[in-house]
């Protein structure tokens, strides 16, 4: 039974593990942070990632944390409604497609792989190929071997950069900056979310039914300078200074960050690589092909990424070099249409000028009346319903083992 190493407890690190142990591979999940990071905002599930969601069993919990989104109500700076859109379009979503907030879905998927050894707080130091294995020391823990180390460690991945090279030959910056975490609840509205569009600049607020906060996210251009990925308090300095002076809500949104405890900011980019393995080091998820939040389907590439990888590891028994192969060009046609999506989105989140957005607030209020109705919102669904099914998962559809419902996560630091 092969070793496989996993750097990244995410939502691809996670369901990875998963279809690893389905398939009879034995995973260990290493995560640098000190326990499962839930934060992040809403993220949809839909095609082949649905579809993989139900082989693993798991969409009823899925459902059961839905966002319950009804409605977006776009608000001025004095709080005063200017449009609203029905909640399905303004996800792009239609039919079964799940929105579930990403900590919910990263929670799901932690435990029902109650049976993985996770390690919190470590992160692979160096990765030495030797022969028919990988040998691995760690920044804390003992040095250990395993016969393939699979990178799922995101946007920044370690993994990438140690076995392909500096980061920046793969990231491919969409040119604007997202911010994401929990502030009260009573900033929100239950069901709705509520959307501050300000020229080149975006503030949007969610509260899920039943939540104890409200989470909020912020779309800015780049900074020409921008503080490491890390540096939390430059991070805070940056957004408090690129929406300073806004209206609405905003200071308060502001002042609530220094509190908390899920903080999240990057910037939105691309992974575009030639090729995403080397010998028995290969990647899933962001860290391979991030196709940024702009396209809303960075967790569904991670969840059909895992599957599909899983599935050609175990049709090449004792080859990895040959399964990571196959994985890649099952892969490679889904990504790239999914990819595809995000700079078109990405126009439609940031407006920007006061013209665009009065443009904008016209075509919401006229749309209900508009006798074209039905052609435009096809317009916006259909390129991403046929991205997302872009592919056909193989083996049966009805993959799910018994006995797998989840637990709790074993959490070691
Ligand atoms: C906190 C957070 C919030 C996010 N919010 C959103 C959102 O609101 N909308 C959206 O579209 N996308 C969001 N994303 C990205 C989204 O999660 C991914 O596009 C998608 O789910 C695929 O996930 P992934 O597992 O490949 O990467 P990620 O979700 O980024 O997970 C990577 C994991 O690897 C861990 N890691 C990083 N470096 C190391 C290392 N050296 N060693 C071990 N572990 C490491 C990270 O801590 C993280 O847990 C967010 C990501 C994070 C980390």
């Not at 459902?63 to 989104?69: F, I, L, P, V, Y």
């Not at 599935?311 to 040959?322: H, S």
């Not at 607030?361 to 749309?367: C, F, G, V």
Request: charged residues 25%; contains cysteine.
């Amino acid at each position: 039974m092969a070793n496989i190493l996993i750097s990244g407890a995410g939502v691809a690190g996670s369901a990875l593990a998963w279809w690893l142990r389905r398939q009879g591979f034995r995973p260990t999940v290493v995560e640098r942070a000190p326990g499962l990071r839930d934060g992040g905002y809403k993220v949809d599930i839909r095609g082949a990632a649905l579809e993989v969601i139900d082989r693993m069993g798991l969409r009823e919990q899925v459902r059961r944390r839905d966002t319950g989104m009804r409605l977006a109500r776009f608000v001025d700076v004095g709080g005063r409604q200017l449009a609203t859109m029905d909640a399905q379009l303004f996800g792009g979503r239609e039919g079964d497609d799940a929105e579930i907030m990403r900590g919910d879905l990263a929670r799901i998927l932690a435990s029902a792989t109650d049976d993985v050894e996770y390690v919190f707080g470590d992160s692979i130091a160096t990765l030495t190929p030797t022969g028919d294995r990988v040998e691995v020391a760690f920044e804390r823990g003992k040095r250990r071997t395993f016969d393939l180390v699979v990178g799922a460690d995101g946007l920044h991945s370690t993994v990438r950069r140690l076995a392909f090279g500096p980061e920046s030959a793969h990231l491919r910056p969409l040119g604007h900056h997202i911010a994401i975490f929990s502030v009260p609840a009573e900033l929100g509205e239950e069901g709705v979310e509520l959307m501050h569009p300000a020229p080149g600049r975006t503030v949007g607020v969610y509260r899920t039914a039943g939540a104890a906060q409200s989470r909020v996210l912020f779309l800015f251009p780049s900074p020409a300078d921008e503080p490491d990925h890390r540096d939390v308090a430059g991070q805070q300095a940056l957004l408090a200074e690129a929406f300073g002076g806004l209206g609405w809500q905003v200071p308060r949104l502001l002042d609530a960050m220094r509190d908390a405890p899920d903080f999240y900011l990057d910037s939105m980019s691309q992974v575009r690589m030639d090729r995403w393995s080397t010998g028995r080091i290969g990647l899933v998820g962001d860290a391979a092909y991030a196709p940024s939040p702009a396209s809303g389907q960075g967790t569904s590439l991670g969840l059909v990424g895992a599957y599909v990888l899983a599935a050609a590891l175990a049709e090449a028994p004792g080859d990895p070099v040959a399964g990571l192969a196959a994985y890649e060009r099952r892969m490679r046609p889904f990504v790239s249409l999914n990819q595809q999506l995000a700079e078109r989105n990405l126009k439609g989140m940031v407006l920007r000028s006061a013209a665009q957005i009065r443009f904008q607030t016209l075509m919401l209020r006229m749309m209900p009346h508009l006798p074209g109705r039905e052609r435009l919102i096809r317009r916006v669904t259909e390129p991403i319903r046929k991205a997302a099914t872009a592919i056909t998962l193989p083996g049966p559809a009805n993959a799910r083992p018994p006995g797998h419902a989840g637990g709790c996560v074993e959490r070691r630091g």
